[in-house]
């Protein structure tokens, strides 16, 4: 039975994140977590993403997330670190936005 319990909790991990996206552009960043409304973050505001540490008793099954840091020191979770103009991971999405800021 526990081993149910962690199969239908490790698949609502993945369908969040799968169904979850980010957009990064010359307007802000857009994170949309899923079931959540999007947020839309000015680039101005942007000061980097970061990693999340994994932690807990099943930290190998939990999917890699990060965290938005604001330039107040503001941390808004992000579910998916890919975006389409930008690639996946943190470095990718830290130069993204880089980019953005020297054009």
């Known amino acids: 039975m526990p081993l149910v319990v962690i199969g239908i909790v490790a698949i609502a991990a993945i369908v ?12 802000g960043v857009e994170v949309r977590n899923y079931p959540q409304a999007p947020k839309l973050v000015p680039l101005s505001e942007v000061e980097r993403f970061e990693t999340t540490a994994r932690s807990g008793n099943f930290a ?3 999917p890699a997330t990060a965290v938005l840091v604001l330039t107040d020191g503001t941390r808004l979770p992000v579910r998916r670190i890919e975006a389409r103009d930008a690639g996946y991971g943190v470095e990718a999405l830290n130069a993204r936005v880089t980019q953005l800021r020297d054009l």
């Not at 969040?16 to 980010?22: A, G, I, Q, Y």
């Open 16 to 27: 969040s994140v799968r169904c979850s996206s980010l957009q990064i552009t010359g307007t």
């Open 60 to 62: 190998s099954i939990r």
